[in-house]
């Protein structure tokens, strides 16, 4: 968390600091002294902080002797949360902070040269600025040239000036590449020496008094002469194998700002070597480029690049690599001969290998799903089985098939930091993680899917990357030397400071067209190597360059920007795979969503858009009418022209239903939606209302049995919202699968998702939803779905009715007509004479009825055209709405607008005519409804 800025300073009595003033007694002092550390009052604005004079913090770090290995004081705590044991004593008498402490306890190290430190209030909200740095010891040395830690660049010939000064006498000693080069016998405390420079050189300048010591290093660095060359046109960006040689690689590295790269690797002993110094495309001088020639085919190669600042990273379009930190971990039966990271490096490396065999795909015809048909199931495989691998969850493909969803989406599997993780945390997006298994056995895992009918969606965090991503290291300030540090100024893909306030980690820019070459090919790995079907864009929000971190407002709002972007990756990505999937997590404005939906609807596409139901889903399961309505499942209240709204009641991100069913379900006497059976009854009928509706739906894994450890459980059992990301219990090591009453609600939804792909009403666009919103309900959470699509011959309408309530309710049907209904649950037939006439539903049933498919009698067919609903001259203008029915017996008119919020109703004196109605509605698209005796009819009206 520490925040770096270049720091120029000497040491006196007192320090100033920018805005910062505070003393150090004694001073000067070793680290194993007490010292203790003063900060004047008046230098913290504890009004403005909105804190007490008891309630300023110390965040500090510490180096080595080197002025590098940045550590954390092991007491800092968390950023939004400093632990009590850094908080800084207030003195009244002196109106003063002050902390005392051992800087080897405080640190928890030895060999302590240098440590940092700000002031922070206990969430961070408030912090000084800028850090401020305190040399250790007392023996201090400066280098004042060059500075310590710095590469100069110095022609071969040529001598440079290297001198320094300590704050007492000592003698110095200069090594070059660890060989001795000059000694100053005689104890001073200034330095000057003229040495002269003939090949790269790793300096190292020693001051010694008495048993005291401290060094300072710094690089001289010979200037190269980059040859200009075009690229060859088979090589682009990353690593290619050229198609005519099996000897040969070529490399190609976009790098702004950097004067010469080298290729370090196991073909040169991982030394900078000139033969291995890239080339400068002449096009763009911008882009370094190599070719390796006289490989081995299929020997496998690792390699870095290595900058003339010293910078050393994997390729960013390696396909996989290989990491210092995380491969240890990864287990042999997940991974078999998983590659040996190289001895003596650090950080991650790229791997090649050529002539390998392609995978052979069985499936190579696969035909999607439609995307209002998709039934999604997300997944995060960490938490799915227990050996948590592609062949585990290839293993579990018949469970998953017989559940009758047609897509899997599964959350990040691109390169993320650590093992264990939700995949956010991405620092390598072209690259698969090892964590879960080797590309081959991914690709079966595809194959196997594609047999089976199923879809594969992977989520992707393009909204950031983490600091191990080359793009970020590649241009970072990193004043310790450690390889990491914030974005640089002349970073060509982040921005320094977030233009959104949900960032994390460091924030794309994505109106640079550097940042768009790397998202659209990371796309086309993804479709073509894996053939994914599609993918589910994380945090779209983020994608806008108007706002600030501060400003959530403004992220919320339409931008302009954000949606110009978002359609050019979907015309990328539709370009490279026009049929492929792409799902925004956006959770923002309609009229900034309807932007993608309807966005080239013409051609079948539009972007899917995450249609977060899980509150009023779960008011329904608790039992609660509070909030409960769910009306804007219909896409049509969001103003979509297809049916583009992925519905959900549960996703990774949200609360499990069924922990807050068993945590704060209602009580009506005997019934307790407490108790695990009744709220498992009542997960049914969340999937009669839930799946019924038309258009894509998704559900998170081990819903279908009703999983319910909350989503912030630790790994102790205990709940705490820091716990969010941690491993949770795993449904089948739980036995949950073979539970007859949780196994009960997988057959279910199984049974419900079958009746939805075999009845083509279940894809029509004219459909309603009412839940909770009517007046005639006064016991409210009732709810009632209608479809209908008059062109087929068949099943044309379908009613669905559910009880949520805790009580016994008898529920007018408002069937649309007469005539013989079947229960598609049992196919059980029933006659219905009076289409209004109640169906007794206890608490949590369900119904889901549809005309009978066999042959209508004359008497049905008629039964059929009795009521009508016409709105004459639509779009309405002059504030006169003419409304044509015909028999609506007892009718009613209700007004809706497109959030599903009643505006108006009033009834009808007659069963035929016309009803003039005087709009007062702002210009718009309502839902007028008319109910009666003889069913149900639904318009669309819109006012100019």
């Given amino acids: 968390m520490k925040k770096f800025y270049s720091i120029v300073f000497l040491f006196v009595g007192l320090f100033v600091f920018g805005q910062i003033n505070y003393t150090i007694s004694p001073n000067p002092f070793n680290e194993t002294d007490v010292i203790t550390l003063t900060v004047p009052g008046d230098q913290i604005d504890e009004a403005a902080w909105g804190v007490s004079n008891n309630s300023i913090y110390i965040w500090s770090w510490s180096y080595d002797t080197n002025y590098q290995n940045s550590q954390d004081c092991l007491t800092n705590g968390n950023w939004d949360n400093s632990n009590e044991l850094n908080k800084l004593n207030y003195n009244a008498g002196t109106d003063s902070y002050s902390l005392t402490f051992t800087p080897t306890a405080f640190f928890g190290r030895t060999g302590i040269g240098r440590f940092g430190f700000l002031l922070k209030d206990k969430t961070g909200t408030h912090q000084t600025s800028p850090n401020i740095y305190v040399n250790v010891g007392v023996l201090n040395l400066t280098l004042t040239n060059p500075v310590a830690n710095s590469i100069t660049s110095v022609p071969t010939g040529n001598s440079i000036n290297i001198t320094a000064t300590t704050n007492v006498n000592a003698t110095f000693q200069l090594k070059a590449n660890g060989t001795f080069v000059n000694s100053t016998p005689t104890p001073a405390q200034s330095y000057s020496y003229n040495y002269t420079v003939t090949q790269d050189t790793n300096m190292e300048l020693i001051a010694t008094e008495g048993a005291n010591s401290k060094k300072a290093t710094f690089i001289l660095q010979v200037p190269r002469n980059v040859v200009s060359e075009s690229i060859p046109g088979w090589i682009k960006q990353g690593i290619n194998y050229n198609p005519a040689d099996q000897t040969k690689v070529g490399l190609a590295l976009y790098a702004p700002h950097k004067n010469f790269v080298h290729v370090i690797g196991s073909f040169n002993n991982w030394a900078v070597n000139d033969t291995y110094l890239m080339k400068r495309d002449t096009t763009n001088p911008d882009l370094y480029w190599i070719e390796l020639n006289g490989l081995t085919p299929q020997q496998l190669y690792t390699f870095q690049y290595k900058t003339n600042d010293l910078k050393k990273v994997a390729d960013p379009y390696s396909p996989q690599i290989l990491s210092s930190y995380d491969d240890q971990w990864i287990s042999a039966s997940t991974y078999p ?383 705490d919202n820091g716990c969010r990301t941690d491993e949770k219990p795993i449904a089948f090591t739980l036995g949950y699968d073979n539970d007859a009453n949780r196994k009960a609600v997988y057959d279910t939804w199984a049974k419900i998702i079958e009746i939805r792909n075999s009845h083509q009403v279940f894809k029509s666009k004219t459909y309603s939803i009412e839940s909770n919103n009517l007046t005639n309900d006064p016991d409210g959470l009732i709810t009632r779905i209608y479809l209908y699509d008059a062109s087929i011959n068949g099943m044309k309408n379908v009613v669905v009715l559910a009880n949520y309530s805790t009580s016994v309710q008898n529920v007018a049907p408002y069937f649309p007509y007469t005539g013989q209904w079947q229960n598609l649950m049992d196919n059980m037939i029933n006659n219905i004479t009076n289409t209004t006439a109640p169906i007794t539903l206890q608490p949590g049933e369900f119904r889901i009825l549809g005309n009978y498919e066999g042959v209508l009698s004359v008497s049905d067919v008629n039964a059929v055209n009795k009521l009508s609903l016409q709105i004459a001259d639509n779009p309405v203008k002059n504030g006169l709405a003419k409304l044509n029915f015909n028999k609506a017996k007892n009718g009613e008119i209700i007004i809706f607008d497109m959030n599903g919020k009643k505006l108006d109703s009033f009834k009808l004196n007659k069963e035929n005519g016309i009803h003039e109605l005087k709009i007062n509605y702002p210009a718009g698209t309502y839902l007028v409804h008319l109910k009666s005796e003889t069913g149900m009819a639904i318009q669309k009206m819109i006012v100019k």
């Fill in 337 to 719: 001969n998983l590659p040996a990271f190289p001895a003596g490096q650090d950080f991650e490396v790229s791997t090649f290998k050529t002539g390998q065999t392609a995978y052979n795909w069985q499936v190579n015809n696969f035909q999607r799903p439609a995307k209002e048909d998709l039934i999604i199931y997300e997944l995060l495989l960490r938490d799915f089985t227990q050996e948590k691998n592609w062949q585990s969850l290839i293993d579990k493909i018949t469970y998953l098939k017989n559940l009758k969803i047609n897509a899997i989406e599964l959350l990040p599997i691109m390169e993320f930091d650590g093992n264990l993780s939700w995949g956010y945390n991405t620092s390598f997006h072209y690259a698969l993680d090892k964590a879960y298994g080797t590309p081959e056995k991914f690709k079966e895992f595809v194959d196997l899917c594609h047999q089976n009918g199923i879809a594969v969606i992977l989520d992707v965090a393009f909204n950031h990357a983490t600091g191990r991503s080359p793009l970020v290291r590649l241009w970072n300030i990193d004043p310790d030397g450690d390889g990491y540090g914030d974005v640089a100024a002349n970073n060509p893909y982040f921005n320094q400071v977030p233009k959104h306030s949900y960032n994390v980690f460091n924030d794309f820019n994505h109106s640079s067209l550097s940042t768009q070459y790397y998202v659209e090919r990371c796309l086309q790995q993804w479709l073509t190597e894996y053939r994914i079907d599609g993918f589910r864009w994380d945090l779209t929000k983020g994608f806008t360059q108007n706002c600030s971190e501060n400003d959530e407002n403004c992220t919320n709002a339409y931008q302009q920007d954000r949606v110009d972007i978002m359609k050019h990756y979907a015309d990328k990505q539709w370009a490279i795979d026009p049929n492929s999937y792409m799902i925004f997590e956006h959770l923002g404005t309609d009229t900034e969503e309807q932007q993608w939906a309807n966005y080239k609807a013409s051609e079948g596409k539009g972007v899917m858009l995450w249609n977060k139901q899980t509150e009023p889903y779960n008011q329904n399961t608790m039992g609660y009418k509070e909030n409960s309505s769910y009306d804007r499942m219909n896409h049509n209240l969001h103003g979509f022209t297809n049916m583009r709204a992925v519905g959900f009641g549960e996703s990774h991100d949200e609360e499990r239903l069924m922990f807050k069913n068993l945590a704060y379900g209602a009580v009506n006497g005997s019934y307790n939606v407490k108790n695990l059976t009744i709220a498992l009854e009542r997960m049914k009928t969340f999937g009669a209302t839930f799946f019924t509706i038309p258009g894509p739906k998704m559900i998170w894994q081990f819903g279908e049995l009703g999983y319910e450890f909350s989503i912030n459980r630790c790994a102790n059992g205990t709940i």
